[in-house]
């Protein structure tokens, strides 16, 4: 491999590493770009690293995606195989590729084919760092059991008892969860993004503050703007719901909880899978929903949680989505045993569980996001720094950084006037 592309994935030399990709695409013939991808597809193959695989993939979804459509000699038309097309659909891209590329090598290189081998390329890359996420959550203390479950029976989580105890009108208690947002006070600049902060964390850092909101003029006193409720139900189903949506479902099967495009309520699903309610081991295990409710609940009873947003506009820069994941993460976690208190104030290690636990609730849902989103699980002001993996970390060896920060909470004799 003496590709160009490859030499500057791996070179230790930030002007070589740095450049960008469009400019030697630019200027490269059709030949020589074809001849660039093979050599990526080779190395993405044997690298032992993480940054260089996805790199070597997000730079062959640029290359098909943008740069090879625009040479000269590239075919305009072409057949896309079926069979790719439905390995595609079902998640399968590694033999996707194959048969893009078997019909690029029998058919030549054409337009159609690679705008499939982009769209498959474009998946890999982030089901690549999904299953990074998955595997760095994995090992995080508290979190280990989670993946190892595939039947109802081997559930270990129970609803707390108080949760169960009837009012005298014969209903279960509310449990409810507010949390503030982050406000950051300087911007990251995007370097807490999983991929980056991990490559690079010596350059990740963020110093936000967790805040209450109000309208002027409206509200006495400003309130946690986000909000979670659980509460047992009298029917063996899961009940959801986003009241600032205007959402509800009820569903009554695991396959339903992890279709995360069935709905709009993908991220209250993601919040009952990342707090094990329903354990992300179960996916695809064929079991039946009724009987998880069972082991959590008891016969003939299920759960409902509901979410609510209130009042913040879309695009407010406030990470509301994060913080409503972590604070339905919170609620489910309380009303099972996770956290040492039912209510009050979480534990520095249960704040650290929820916030990797959102981590892998974000990118569960597709949105793959950074940790400093889910600083509003930190009270007040807080200086959030990337960490360099050590010897015990699992991202040892895999990646520079690790997957969670360091907070610090900045104290009153800490901040000068």
Known sequence: MNGQLVHMITSTDPEVRNRALDAFCRTASLIELLAECADLETFRHTSDNLYERVRALFFLYAIHRFH?????????????????????????????????MAAQSQDGPSDAISSALAEAYHRLGFQTLADQVRRSVRSVRGNQWMFRIGHPMDQPLRVRRELLTRSPEGLFPILTETTPVRMDLSHSGWSDIFFLGMDYPEGARVLNVSIDLAVHGRAPVPCPPVEAYFRVIDEPAL?????????????????????????????????LISAGIVPPGMEGAGERLEDLLMRLVGPGHGLEVVSKVN????????????????????AC??????TRSLTGTLEEHERRLVAARAILGEWLGGSGGGWQDSGGVWPGMKLITGVLAGADDPEYGISLGRLLPAHHIVELDEVTE
Do not use: N, W
């Open 239 to 271: 009940r959801l719901a986003s009241v600032d949506l205007g959402q509800s479902a009820e569903i009554t099967s695991l396959a339903e909880v992890f279709d995360f495009a069935r709905d709009y309520l993908g991220l209250l699903k993601a919040a």
């Open 333 to 338: 976690m309380r009303a099972t045993g996770q």
């Open 68 to 100: 090879l459509p625009q040479k000269p000699g590239l075919q305009t038309r072409g057949l896309i195989p079926y069979g790719g097309y439905t390995h595609l659909l079902q998640r399968r891209f590694e033999e996707a590729i194959e048969v893009f």
């Open 311 to 330: 009042g913040i506009p879309k695009g407010s820069r406030l990470a509301v989505s994060t913080s409503l994941l972590a604070c339905l993460i919170a």
